[in-house]
């Protein structure tokens, strides 16, 4: 649950005094958490308030910071990993430095490091060596600041970007002497739907379906924290589809929301079309699903035609109505399978309003089941997600809380 987004209040560790990492947690405490997040193209930092226990956790937003690198990608159709990586490692300093200075955590001094701390990061810093001098920079002008974690994704996404986040907070675990926690980027968005006030009513077991540019799954959660991945797609996924389909109809990346907005046009003109495109794997028993023969069959038709704008509506609305049926009909036959009590919708395609509606008119056949979904701003890539599963991780496992010198790899497929 989002309490409120701001400044951390005036004494806000005098209740922390007692708190000893590793034992077991005390809810009446608070913890403050630092989240990092670089799986794509986002480079983004966040620092949260964190308290209560797993079944009913409390947060608050205190630092926010996210660079996106989209408009630097746009010329490539696409995102490209060693750009991805270069940004990320330009952008991540500045980033904490301002998210820091957000939760007035930032406070300029001489900080001395020693000279075994300096070999460690200079190590775990190997494969970004640009970011070692702006790191120690940074390191040796900032006082360490009170805070309890960090949080870092380890996957999956593009592994040359995960490995500047993962460097970074490992660099951070060891000049702050603060634990680093490390989680799946998918699991950051089921948990992303905590940070609205109503997702305090989210009774288990979930239903989460996970929409994104990489990614397109259902995912049945018993327990908190606890998933089996019971559908994917087996090619593309939905937000790519989105994407390809644009560059067809002429329009540049990122084309998803663009085709969103034609197919609206068209959807509140109510026009008829003639066009017509399949629903792959409809009729399928199971969970999975496929959109490459949909991304396909609206090239075959568009190919050599000269589109006007009228045309690109229509099947901008038809492809929707495409990805509508067969995202809706697979989550109502996995609903009535497995029984959920909630139903999580999250990724960065579920920032489509028209799909929120589907869904909520979907749910309301199967009260009192509710549906939950991230606010706009967070159904995109970002560190507060990042920060959220973290505190949850760490409420189950306080062991995380101790040090440890244990390697964190990028994973790219990384599965929940």
Known sequence: MLQSTGNPKQNLRSSTTNFVRGKKYNYLFTMIIVSIETSCDETAVSIIEATGPIESPAFTVLGNALYSQIALHAEYGGVFPTLAKREHTKNIVPLTIQALTQAHLCTQTTHTLTEHQITRIKEILSREQD?????????????????????????????PALWVGIGFARALSIAWNIPVVPINHMEGHIVSVLMDTKAIEVTYPVLALLVSGGHTELVYSPKPLEYTVIGKTRDDAVGEAYDKVARMLGIPYPGGPKIAELADSARNEAVVTHWKFPRPMLHT??????????????????????????????????????????????????????????????????????????FETLVGQYEPMKVYFPTQELSTDNAVMIGVAGYLRITKNASLLQMSNAPIVANGNLSL
Request: proline share 5%; net charge neutral.
């Open 131 to 159: 970011l070692i001098p702006i790191f120690f920079d940074f390191i040796e002008r900032t006082a360490k600041p009170t805070i309890d974690a960090l949080a870092v994704t380890y996957g999956p996404g593009l592994e």
């Open 285 to 358: 028993k199971d969970y999975h699903f496929s959109f490459s023969g949909l991304k396909t069959s609206v090239l075959y038709a568009t190919q050599d035609k000269k589109l006007s704008e009228p045309d690109k509506a229509h099947i901008a609305l038809e492809f929707e109505t495409a990805i509508r049926d067969v995202l809706v009909t697979k989550t109502k036959h996995a609903i009535e399978a497995y029984n959920p009590r909630s139903l999580v919708i999250a990724g960065g395609v579920i920032s489509n309003t028209y799909l929120r509606n589907q």
